[in-house]
């Protein structure tokens, strides 16, 4: 009886651990789901029906995350035996047939029993329920405060559209006008939706076609749109019982415009256009300019990014193949299409394109020229940078030996390059006829060679031999508790005696650089002729006649034939030392004053200065005002947004001073922000610096000098 009731109580803990666990997961996912439902609402007009399928989805992936099915006994014994120490360790013993007991045990179950029957639910149990709990009311208040507040989002029907908003500020309708509604239809490569405001002020794709209608009231009314290029377009009604009248104009360009209602002029509103960019093209790899060297495959992988504000049309590698030399040098060109398929729908495209040199027809020496050409949806191509591809050529490098200087004779142990390539070539010929011993002896052989050339021309880097590498102290004297902590050990043994070699040389550093690279190619060769590779050490040694080559022809020096004549010496004024003509050089600079805008710009702010203190300025002040009101009309007309409202403020200054009244102080320092915009700052002009305090010396020696001037 007392087994039937500890596993009762136990399983009955059990069923509580899990039901709590699972309405929990219920709570959090209802919440989350409520709070998600709302911003998909409020943000992306979902439908909130969606609320339920979202909780079901959470549930079940936070069932399927905690598994609380997978509680068992065994687990719920665990943790009582962990948290309450009453039970001394022992509550599996009541999931354990009595018959199958010892007497100890037995003992010891009918302890544990008592003491569980004193034990109440535990919070670990229900804590999960709680935190729950408090969860979902959060979250269920969160997602009621965002239904409440109301949120604008624009969003467009098109995901390839981009948002594309006018600026909220307030602007005055003119008088006479009730109301207007304006149509942009923009291009339809930009695959933008039609859409509708009621402001005058314009911020359009280039080539938008505008539709303005108006509404005028009881009364028909004459009304006209002034753009800033001189052009005017009426506003028609459709009949003679219509209020409203309408006019249709395309979007070419910036600038602003005003509206006439029976003769009287409107502010103005600026048309701010988003000019169609043409495609952004940019080549990951390969380099601009790359060399396929002797035993590289020929070919090359072609990575580049396409970008365009409204879409890509159509991408291609355009390449060109030069081969011959001299005068009869031959050009191929030929257009290489992407795998990729051009929709015009993406904005963006990642190209790649493996080009095979040998399909293409290329020999070496042969030099390919290729440069990706983009069109976007609007037919504006763009073109990328040149992109060069040269193949070597070992003929070529074969056809003269690389010597230092015109000598033609060295002595027999010294092989150049040239002959190392050839015998490496014959040993590879000769393989099949050779034996085993003697084709690694032969290898080995041009290994040493292949050290030997290596050695000498690392003598004009500085490098000497390769023994003594640790300096004169031996690595033994080290160890000698004896040199411990001693710097001059150290610098002995590591360092040498004199100055740098490398540094010793009178090679510029691009050629040292050259001669680096060539010593490590030569190191490559020699490594895999030690190694019995003489197929593997082929590339190495082309590459390093090839950088040989290229440092020969560096040493050519060309100079200039020139055809000026200097003056005829003096044979009776040489060596007599006579410094009477001779006078010392005088440089005069004459600092050029503002002209034109600048100039214009600078008077009219003083003006403007002057006009915040006294309320009526002179003729000449006024003529200035009317001069920059024409500086800031031209710039408005191609930056509005930035112009636009310091135009409008000093043409209210000047119809202001014109009636006699006093400007606004708003009105002159908008006028001013405008004005500063558009001059140029000045050149920095010479000064004084600051120079360290002189010492007692210094200052003497100079008044010495203002002594001997004076």
Same mark, same amino acid.
Request: hydrophobic share 40%.
């Given at each position: 009886?007392?087994?039937?009731?500890?596993?009762?109580?136990?399983?009955?803990?059990?069923?509580? %651990?899990? +039901?709590?666990?699972?309405?929990?997961?219920?709570?959090?996912?209802?919440?989350?789901?409520?709070?998600?439902?709302?911003?998909?609402?409020?943000?992306?007009?979902?439908?909130? %029906? &969606?609320?339920? =399928?979202?909780?079901?989805?959470? $549930?079940?992936?936070?069932?399927?995350?905690?598994?609380? %099915?997978?509680?068992?006994? *065994?687990?719920?014994?665990?943790?009582?035996?962990?948290?309450?120490?009453?039970?001394?360790?022992? $509550?599996?013993?009541?999931?354990?047939?009595?018959?199958?007991?010892?007497?100890?045990? +037995?003992?010891?179950?009918?302890?544990?029993?008592?003491?569980?029957?004193?034990?109440?639910?535990?919070?670990?149990?229900?804590?999960?329920?709680?935190?729950?709990?408090?969860?979902?009311?959060?979250?269920?208040?969160?997602?009621?405060?965002?239904?409440?507040?109301?949120?604008?989002?624009?969003? #467009?029907?098109?995901?390839?559209?981009?948002?594309?908003?006018?600026?909220?500020?307030?602007?005055?309708?003119?008088?006479?006008?009730?109301?207007?509604?304006?149509?942009?239809?923009?291009?339809?490569?930009?695959?933008?939706?039609?859409?509708?405001?009621?402001?005058?002020?314009?911020?359009?794709?280039?080539?938008?076609?505008?539709?303005?209608?108006?509404?005028?009231?009881?009364?028909?009314?004459?009304?006209?749109?002034?753009?800033?290029?001189?052009?005017?377009?009426?506003?028609?009604?459709?009949?003679?019982?219509?209020?409203?009248?309408?006019?249709?104009?395309?979007? *070419?360009?910036?600038?602003?415009?005003?509206?006439?209602?029976?003769?009287?002029? #409107?502010?103005?509103?600026?048309?701010?256009?988003?000019?169609?960019?043409?495609?952004?093209? *940019?080549?990951? #790899?390969?380099?601009?300019?790359?060399?396929?060297?002797?035993?590289?495959?020929?070919?090359?992988?072609?990575?580049?990014?396409?970008?365009?504000?409204?879409?890509?049309?159509?991408?291609?590698?355009?390449?060109?193949?030069?081969?011959?030399?001299?005068?009869?040098? /031959?050009?191929?060109?030929?257009?290489?299409?992407?795998?990729?398929?051009?929709?015009?729908?993406?904005?963006?495209?990642?190209?790649?394109?493996?080009?095979?040199?040998?399909?293409?027809?290329?020999?070496?020496?042969?030099?390919?020229?290729?440069?990706?050409?983009?069109?976007?949806?609007?037919?504006?191509?763009?073109?990328?940078?040149?992109?060069?591809?040269?193949?070597?050529?070992?003929?070529?490098?074969?056809?003269?030996?690389?010597?230092?200087?015109?000598?033609? @004779?060295?002595?027999?142990?010294?092989?150049?390059?040239?002959?190392?390539?050839?015998?490496?070539?014959?040993? @590879?010929?000769?393989?099949? +006829?050779?034996?085993?011993?003697?084709? /690694?002896?032969?290898?080995?052989?041009?290994?040493?060679?292949?050290?030997?050339?290596? @050695?000498?021309?690392?003598?004009?880097?500085?490098?000497?031999?390769? #023994?003594?590498?640790?300096?004169?102290?031996?690595?033994?004297?080290?160890?000698?508790?004896?040199?411990?902590?001693?710097?001059?050990?150290?610098?002995?043994?590591?360092?040498?005696?004199?100055?740098?070699?490398?540094?010793?040389?009178?090679?510029?550093?691009?050629? /040292?650089?050259?001669?680096?690279?060539?010593?490590?190619?030569? %190191?490559?060769?020699?490594?895999?002729?030690?190694?019995?590779?003489?197929?593997?050490?082929?590339?190495?040694?082309?590459?390093?006649?090839?950088? @040989?080559?290229? &440092?020969?022809?560096?040493?050519?020096?060309?100079?200039?034939? +020139?055809?000026?004549?200097?003056?005829?010496?003096?044979?009776?004024?040489? &060596?007599?030392?006579?410094?009477?003509?001779?006078?010392?050089?005088?440089?005069?600079?004459?600092?050029?004053?503002?002209?034109?805008?600048?100039?214009?710009?600078?008077?009219?702010?003083?003006?403007?200065?002057?006009?915040?203190?006294?309320?009526?300025?002179?003729?000449?002040?006024?003529?200035?005002?009317?001069?920059?009101?024409?500086?800031?009309?031209?710039?408005?007309?191609?930056? =509005?947004?930035?112009?636009?409202?310091?135009?409008?403020? &000093?043409?209210?200054?000047?119809?202001?001073?014109?009636?006699?009244?006093?400007?606004?102080? *708003?009105?002159?320092?908008?006028?001013?922000?405008?004005?500063?915009?558009?001059?140029?700052?000045?050149?920095?002009?010479?000064?004084?610096?600051?120079?360290?305090?002189?010492?007692?010396?210094?200052?003497?020696?100079?008044?010495?000098?203002?002594?001997?001037?004076?």
């Amino acid at each position: 009886m007392r087994e039937v009731s500890g596993i009762n109580i136990i399983q009955s803990l059990r069923k509580k %651990w899990i +039901t709590n666990s699972v309405i929990a997961i219920v709570f959090i996912s209802a919440g989350c789901a409520f709070v998600a439902g709302i911003l998909l609402y409020k943000f992306l007009s979902v439908q909130l %029906w &969606l609320i339920l =399928p979202l909780f079901v989805v959470l $549930c079940a992936a936070l069932l399927f995350a905690k598994r609380p %099915w997978q509680i068992t006994n *065994t687990v719920v014994t665990s943790f009582l035996n962990t948290n309450y120490s009453e039970l001394e360790e022992s $509550c599996g013993l009541l999931l354990k047939p009595v018959n199958g007991l010892s007497l100890l045990e +037995t003992l010891q179950a009918e302890r544990t029993f008592a003491a569980l029957l004193q034990i109440t639910s535990p919070k670990q149990f229900t804590r999960p329920l709680r935190t729950s709990s408090i969860t979902l009311l959060l979250l269920c208040a969160v997602g009621a405060a965002l239904a409440v507040v109301p949120v604008h989002f624009n969003h #467009s029907s098109n995901n390839n559209n981009k948002s594309i908003t006018n600026n909220t500020t307030a602007e005055k309708i003119p008088q006479g006008i009730q109301s207007v509604k304006v149509t942009i239809v923009p291009p339809a490569y930009t695959k933008h939706a039609q859409r509708q405001q009621n402001q005058f002020n314009l911020k359009v794709e280039e080539g938008s076609t505008i539709s303005w209608e108006v509404e005028s009231g009881e009364t028909q009314k004459n009304i006209r749109l002034l753009f800033n290029d001189s052009t005017t377009q009426q506003l028609h009604y459709t009949n003679n019982q219509s209020k409203a009248c309408r006019a249709v104009k395309t979007i *070419t360009s910036s600038g602003f415009y005003q509206v006439m209602v029976d003769g009287k002029l #409107s502010e103005f509103y600026r048309i701010e256009m988003i000019k169609d960019q043409p495609p952004v093209i *940019t080549i990951t #790899s390969p380099k601009p300019n790359i060399t396929i060297e002797y035993g590289e495959p020929q070919r090359i992988n072609i990575n580049a990014v396409v970008a365009d504000d409204y879409g890509v049309k159509n991408a291609s590698v355009v390449a060109t193949i030069a081969s011959g030399s001299g005068e009869a040098v /031959k050009f191929k060109e030929q257009n290489i299409t992407f795998a990729t398929s051009f929709n015009g729908q993406l904005a963006q495209y990642q190209l790649q394109k493996m080009v095979d040199l040998a399909a293409l027809g290329m020999q070496p020496a042969d030099e390919l020229y290729f440069y990706i050409k983009a069109t976007d949806n609007n037919n504006q191509e763009k073109r990328s940078d040149m992109y060069i591809v040269t193949l070597a050529d070992t003929a070529q490098l074969m056809e003269s030996d690389v010597l230092l200087g015109n000598v033609k @004779l060295k002595p027999e142990f010294f092989r150049s390059e040239r002959q190392i390539i050839i015998e490496t070539e014959q040993l @590879l010929k000769d393989k099949d +006829t050779l034996r085993v011993e003697d084709f /690694k002896n032969r290898s080995n052989n041009l290994g040493i060679d292949q050290k030997l050339l290596r @050695l000498r021309y690392g003598k004009f880097l500085g490098e000497e031999n390769e #023994s003594n590498e640790g300096g004169d102290v031996e690595a033994g004297d080290l160890n000698d508790p004896k040199n411990f902590g001693k710097a001059s050990a150290i610098l002995d043994a590591f360092s040498d005696k004199h100055d740098n070699a490398e540094d010793a040389t009178f090679f510029t550093d691009d050629i /040292k650089q050259q001669l680096k690279a060539t010593l490590t190619e030569m %190191w490559g060769a020699e490594m895999r002729l030690r190694t019995f590779k003489p197929q593997d050490a082929l590339p190495y040694e082309y590459k390093a006649l090839r950088l @040989l080559k290229d &440092l020969q022809q560096k040493s050519r020096v060309y100079v200039a034939k +020139t055809t000026s004549k200097t003056t005829p010496l003096k044979p009776e004024k040489r &060596l007599t030392g006579d410094l009477s003509k001779i006078i010392e050089p005088q440089t005069q600079t004459t600092i050029p004053q503002a002209t034109g805008v600048n100039q214009t710009v600078a008077a009219s702010l003083s003006a403007l200065e002057e006009l915040k203190v006294v309320p009526h300025i002179t003729v000449n002040d006024m003529q200035v005002l009317q001069q920059a009101l024409q500086v800031i009309s031209n710039k408005a007309a191609a930056e =509005p947004a930035v112009y636009l409202q310091g135009l409008q403020s &000093l043409k209210k200054i000047l119809e202001t001073l014109q009636g006699g009244g006093k400007a606004s102080l *708003t009105d002159i320092q908008t006028a001013e922000n405008a004005l500063q915009k558009i001059i140029a700052a000045p050149g920095q002009l010479p000064q004084k610096t600051v120079a360290q305090p002189y010492n007692q010396l210094q200052q003497q020696y100079f008044k010495n000098l203002q002594k001997a001037n004076n």
